[in-house]
């Protein structure tokens, strides 16, 4: 059975991570960070020695890559051979790189089958770039979570995390294959001057609304 896919996508350091998890929470449903996916990729051919911007060299890769999924509590995991994923995936080099790789639409075409698996066993909130224009398509429920500029900078610097945002999202909305873009059926939530309790209730109460329309 197929499950209505919650899909959150915006810019980097929009606080659609947050916001997704929590969403999760409140309706008992898995989250998914699919960014994380991309990320695993990056780190593995980083840990191999094969250099991400070598098309080539990244796609005759894939088939190898040991990647499968955990859990931890209603939060999904990345696990590479038994290994769970985090700290790794949060690096200066991984955060310079994903961009690229996640450009590659043989690697895209993987990882959205994945995400796509997901959602036949268990109804999941999934949060990227993609999930409502090609992930979940069909899905009543999407919400595209930005903030301005300025306040995912601050956001990023608060968290001390070295990460050329604004460059990114440079590369995720001109890639050809499948770019950060709003679905036009997709509920704008401009999240600068919103705390993050007020964007789970809004977006909660949509989800809600819509569930016993
Ligand atoms: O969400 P996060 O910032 O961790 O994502 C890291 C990178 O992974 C993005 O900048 C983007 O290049 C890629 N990504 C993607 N599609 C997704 C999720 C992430 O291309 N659905």
Request: proline share 5%; hydrophobic share 40%.
């Amino acid at each position: 059975m197929m499950y209505p896919a919650i899909a959150i996508d915006g810019p980097a350091a929009s606080g659609k991570s947050t916001v997704a998890r929590l969403i999760a929470q409140k309706l008992q449903y898995t989250f998914i960070n699919t960014g994380a996916m991309y990320r695993a990729v990056t780190w593995y051919l980083l840990q191999r020695g094969i250099n991400p911007q070598d098309t080539a060299a990244v796609v005759a890769a894939l088939p190898g890559i040991p990647l499968s999924f955990g859990k931890d509590g209603s939060v999904s995991t990345v696990v590479c051979e038994g290994r769970t994923l985090t700290d790794e995936l949060k690096g200066q080099e991984v955060n310079g790189l994903v961009s690229t790789v996640a450009a590659i639409p043989e690697v895209r075409a993987l990882l959205v089958r994945k995400q796509r698996e997901y959602n036949e066993s268990e109804p999941v909130v999934m949060e990227g770039r993609d999930i409502g224009t090609v992930v979940f398509p069909d899905t009543p429920f999407k919400y595209f979570v930005t903030a301005s500029e300025e306040v995912r900078a601050a956001r990023r610097a608060a968290e001390g995390i070295t990460d050329s945002i604004a460059e990114r999202d440079k590369k995720d909305t001109q890639r050809a294959a499948s770019p950060l873009a709003q679905a036009p059926d997709a509920r704008l939530v401009d999240t600068s001057d919103m705390s993050i309790d007020e964007v789970v209730a809004c977006i909660a109460d949509d989800i809600r609304a819509k569930l016993t329309q």
